[in-house]
């Protein structure tokens, strides 16, 4: 009997052994197969907006600036219902502000004896139009202030705040000679404000006195600076130049544009009436 008993578990466990991975198989099966994670995988890409967010140590001090800055106000300038149809008719783009204020001024009276009617009139060399190519904002392009204290002798914290000790006078510009650079600037500028939505010129200053609240603490033992800086966009892009040609042919007028170039240009344009901070303990002068 027992030995009957003895052959019947050792069959029961031949069985389940056979069984066992069968099971096992199914088991793994049945596992919801999950997406890997590749090295190589599309990371998301910061978004223009989130590029020229201004960051929390930069602050504007249009309030508290004890020079008042004028306002660079460049708006577009609207060409007129004549303009349009000129600028249409050039194979080159045109968005010199001060181009078309002269074709704006323009005026063209069609007659109808007006056939064999031909006449030519050179405009000059324009800058025509500026395209942009990268916009990159530099938070700490110019110191304009620091703001020191030694509390190496003290027991307890100092605090300290910013207070713009002279009128400091902060220049951007172009980064290289070209010409009808006026011209360019302005095109510049308009393509910058509009491509980060902040208030740019190439001049700004900040008077003496200018002051915000905001503390900073040096503890004991230590030294305490409070650096101030102009922050800027710098701006690279291409300029196209081309002679143009008002073209009169009969009741038809058209632009004509010759002898066009193109050329790489950057720029510095300060960001008006902000300023960035950095603030640094240490325990030896720097």
């Known amino acids: 009997m027992k030995k ?3 052959i019947l578990v050792m069959t029961m466990v031949f069985m389940m052994s056979i069984l066992a991975p069968g099971f096992a198989e199914e088991g793994k ?3 919801v197969p999950q997406p890997k994670q590749t090295e190589n995988a599309p990371q998301p890409k910061q978004t223009e907006k989130a590029k020229y967010t201004i960051p929390n140590s930069v602050m504007n001090v249009t309030k508290d600036n004890t020079y008042p800055n004028p306002t660079e106000d460049l708006p577009f300038l609207q060409p007129s219902e004549l303009t349009k149809n000129l600028i249409k008719t050039s194979k080159v783009k045109i968005e010199n502000p001060d181009l078309i204020r002269m074709l704006n001024e323009t005026t063209i009276n069609s007659t109808p004896f007006a056939i064999g009617y031909r006449a030519i009139v050179y405009l000059g060399e ?17 110191k304009i202030n620091t703001n020191y204290y030694d509390n190496r002798g003290g027991n307890s914290i100092y605090q300290i705040h910013y207070v713009q000790e002279q009128q400091k006078s902060v ?4 980064t290289a ?5 006026e011209d360019v600037q302005k095109m510049m500028l308009l393509k910058a404000a509009k491509k980060t939505g902040l208030p740019l010129a190439f001049e700004t200053i900040v008077g003496a006195g200018t002051k ?3 503390i900073y603490n040096i503890q004991p033992k230590r030294l305490g600076y409070l650096y101030a800086y102009a922050p800027a966009i710098n701006e690279k892009g291409k300029v196209t130049y081309g002679e143009v040609y008002l073209m009169l042919k009969g009741s038809k007028k058209f632009i004509v544009v010759k002898n066009v170039v193109s050329q790489g240009i950057g720029a510095w344009i300060p960001v008006q009436d902000h300023v960035s901070f950095g603030f640094v303990s240490s325990e030896r002068p720097r």
Not at 126 to 142: D, I, K, R
Request: no cysteine; aromatic share 12%.
């Open 4 to 6: 009957a008993a003895a």
């Open 212 to 214: 915000k609240d905001h």
């Open 126 to 142: 324009w800058p025509l139009n500026y395209v942009s190519s990268e916009t990159s904002p530099n938070w700490e392009f110019q």
């Open 171 to 174: 220049k951007g510009g172009l």
């Open 177 to 181: 000679k070209i010409k009808n650079a």
């Open 29 to 31: 099966a049945k596992k």
